[in-house]
């Protein structure tokens, strides 16, 4: 199938509610809540491709002092619901419930310097417990600016941000050589 022309147009909305408290022994906690709703009408030549991406998530992350710097522990679940009007041998449309938890650790190297590490666990259906790193060096230019140099994996599962190969394939009685997978990425950021 020759694909011709292609014309991408994606809108994306987010919300997030964040409240905080202190308990009785003046432990800081924090509670999340979010939404995004994440549209892609677009056309690859002749073809419409629609989907689209709803993503609810609730967290909740508290403070402890120890270990010779500051540690936080959050728990989250996010609901994912993605749709598109593929038509393909595999299928694309999907619902996840993913659970999280997170360990942090972050250590003042001196006035300006920070180090932050932590490892993400999630629970996906298909793959298990999955482990991901992060980590972050974090320098202090002034008591208002800072850089932050940071890397972390991702995992996510079959998306809009991931069907390139299928929608170049074509649509209409196309059978991919291989089954869409979900994807394990490294991002780096400053």
Same mark, same amino acid.
């Given at each position: 199938?020759?694909?011709?022309?292609?014309?991408?147009?994606?809108?994306?909305?987010?919300?997030?509610?964040?409240?905080?408290?202190?308990?009785?022994?003046?432990?800081?906690?924090?509670?999340?809540?979010?939404?995004?709703?994440?549209?892609?009408?677009?056309?690859?030549?002749?073809?419409?491709?629609?989907?689209?991406?709803?993503?609810?998530?609730?967290?909740?992350?508290?403070?402890?002092?120890?270990?010779?710097?500051?540690?936080?522990?959050?728990?989250?679940?996010?609901?994912?619901?993605?749709?598109?009007?593929?038509?393909?041998?595999?299928?694309?449309?999907?619902?996840?419930?993913?659970?999280?938890?997170?360990? +942090?650790?972050?250590?003042?190297?001196?006035?300006?310097?920070?180090?932050?590490?932590?490892?993400?666990?999630?629970?996906?259906?298909?793959?298990?417990?999955?482990?991901?790193?992060?980590?972050?060096?974090?320098?202090?230019?002034?008591? =208002?600016?800072?850089?932050?140099? +940071?890397? +972390?994996?991702?995992?996510?599962?079959?998306?809009?941000?991931?069907?390139?190969?299928?929608?170049?394939? +074509?649509?209409?009685?196309?059978?991919?050589?291989?089954?869409?997978?979900?994807?394990?990425?490294?991002?780096? =950021?400053?």
């Amino acid at each position: 199938t020759t694909v011709y022309g292609r014309d991408i147009r994606i809108n994306r909305i987010e919300a997030m509610l964040i409240g905080s408290w202190q308990d009785a022994s003046l432990r800081e906690w924090k509670l999340a809540q979010g939404w995004v709703q994440h549209n892609q009408d677009s056309w690859y030549g002749p073809t419409a491709f629609n989907a689209s991406q709803r993503r609810g998530i609730i967290q909740l992350e508290t403070v402890l002092n120890a270990l010779g710097g500051s540690n936080s522990l959050e728990g989250g679940f996010t609901w994912d619901q993605y749709e598109d009007n593929l038509n393909l041998s595999v299928e694309t449309d999907r619902i996840d419930r993913i659970p999280h938890f997170y360990f +942090g650790h972050s250590r003042q190297l001196n006035s300006q310097l920070t180090l932050d590490g932590g490892l993400r666990l999630e629970h996906h259906a298909s793959e298990q417990v999955v482990p991901l790193l992060r980590g972050a060096a974090r320098w202090q230019l002034h008591p =208002n600016l800072s850089m932050q140099f +940071g890397a +972390g994996q991702a995992f996510r599962q079959i998306s809009l941000f991931s069907l390139d190969k299928a929608v170049h394939a +074509g649509f209409e009685g196309v059978t991919l050589q291989q089954e869409l997978k979900p994807e394990r990425s490294l991002s780096l =950021n400053y």
